[in-house]
């Protein structure tokens, strides 16, 4: 007891030092937000590059403001390191590393684990950890709780130990790390109590106190679930409407008028970033130890996956119009980001695309105005300027990512005929354009 209300008190007044583990999309604005509220906030990363890039004050995550950064820098309230023996002198730590799909599609959380090891070894009586990671139901209990209990500590006695996902969409101008709501889902109560009292003492959002690790852990998994399932609709969707000549766009900007029962979802080249394509089969996977099988979410799955096999279908058939082949084709790509206005490739259906139409032969252009360069499998590429000789040149314009500097009559005045994925003309009709 004497170890909880020594820690509680600590983050109350701030006196407490919090440590960081993994500097990436996730890790490096929670320890900005937490260096800001007024804590001493150590951040550890393999990555050298990215400790002396945080210790210059440069910023590579977009969500994170270039002069906060500095600033929290300047003042001493953020210090990066790739020892991990600092972690000895930490009250609280989050584990913010990445949880990616093996080859066969299933969670490695090699990087949760390795994480979590290099805690337990500098761990002392009276520390906090909170893993942020996004995994299946019963990590925090069943891998990471043993981890510290082999070392002789009692879990909600002088050691505390929750999981509390994170909720990051980059590029989303309303909400942030600082304002969106957060759920905390402690092995015992006064774990969850110590994890919501450090988030209210940083973040500008309601706190959710789940009754257990494994509620918050599904909840995350529900969230992107969510997204992938209705997302696999709308793509399901569009190739149907295409079939039946009907617009998709216009089906969903009416469905949209309903104030009830009815949230719009969008059809695209597929699906990007870290999280839906990903979180779904984590969910999939433990559900096997349960003897149940996830149809509706691998159905979701296998659509979306297949989007940009489809998106090559219509590029083809576009090109076939115009009396052309695919091979040999002057194709420029407008987007190489999973969404608009990051530079974030992560799991970019566009990277499949041009994979896609450089086997079949075609002769690519690339433009991302966030994007300079970048290597999928192994080739490097670099991004070229949008200009009026290469748009007339091309056989085809596709837009592959909503960026806000893409401006579709532009596009299209300068174009032979343009395939917007993205409906980022709205409803505009041109006769040189279509539309997903």
């Not at 002198?89 to 490695?108: E, S």
């Not at 192994?378 to 401006?407: C, F, M, N, R, W």
Request: hydrophobic share 40%.
């Amino acid at each position: 007891m004497i170890l909880f209300e020594t820690l509680q008190k600590k983050i109350q007044d701030k006196t407490a030092v919090l440590g960081v583990v993994g500097l990436g999309y996730v890790g490096l604005p929670l320890a900005v937000e937490k260096a800001k509220a007024g804590y001493r906030v150590l951040g550890f990363d393999v990555q050298q590059n990215k400790v002396d890039a945080v210790n210059q004050g440069h910023n590579y995550i977009g969500d994170v403001v270039d002069s906060e950064l500095d600033r929290m820098v300047e003042t001493g309230k953020l210090l990066a390191s790739a020892d991990f023996s600092g972690l000895k002198g930490c009250d609280c730590v989050a584990i913010c590393v990445p949880t990616p799909l093996d080859v066969y599609n299933q969670p490695d959380i090699s990087y949760v684990v390795q994480a979590a090891g290099e805690v337990v070894q500098y761990a002392h009586p009276g520390m906090l950890v909170v893993l942020e990671s996004t995994t299946y139901p019963g990590t925090t209990q069943e891998v990471l709780a043993p981890l510290f209990e082999k070392q002789g500590y009692t879990i909600g006695e002088d050691l505390f130990l929750a999981f509390s996902p994170e909720r990051v969409d980059p590029g989303n101008r309303l909400y942030n790390t600082k304002n969106t709501p957060k759920v905390v889902g402690g092995v015992t109560v006064r774990c969850t109590q110590l994890a919501a009292a450090l988030y209210e003492n940083v973040l500008d959002s309601d706190i959710f106190k789940a009754s257990s690790p494994k509620v918050a852990e599904m909840e995350k998994i529900l969230e992107n679930t969510f997204r992938n399932i209705n997302i696999a609709l709308a793509n399901e969707m569009a190739i149907l409407c295409h079939r039946m000549g009907i617009p998709i766009w216009e089906v969903i900007a009416a469905a949209s008028t309903k104030p009830y029962g009815f949230m719009p979802f969008y059809p695209g080249p597929g699906l990007g970033g870290h999280c839906i394509p990903i979180d779904p089969f984590y969910l999939t996977w433990k559900a096997r130890e349960y003897d149940y099988h996830t149809r509706l979410i691998e159905v979701a799955g296998e659509i979306n996956t297949q989007m940009p096999e489809y998106v090559v279908e219509r590029i083809a058939a576009l090109l076939n119009g115009e009396e052309k082949s695919i091979r040999g084709a002057k194709i420029f790509l407008l987007g190489v980001a999973y969404k608009g206005d990051i530079d974030d490739i992560r799991q970019s259906p566009s990277l499949r695309v041009i994979e896609l139409l450089e086997e079949k032969g075609a002769q690519l252009r690339i433009n991302d105005p966030y994007v300079e360069t970048f290597t999928h499998k192994g080739k490097a590429y670099h991004t070229q300027p949008i200009t009026s000789q290469a748009l007339e040149e091309s056989d085809l314009t596709v837009v592959l990512t909503g960026h806000s500097a893409y401006d579709i009559q532009e596009l299209c005045a300068r174009s032979r005929l343009v395939f917007d994925t993205r409906n980022i003309g709205g409803g505009i009709q041109l006769p040189n354009l279509e539309r997903l």
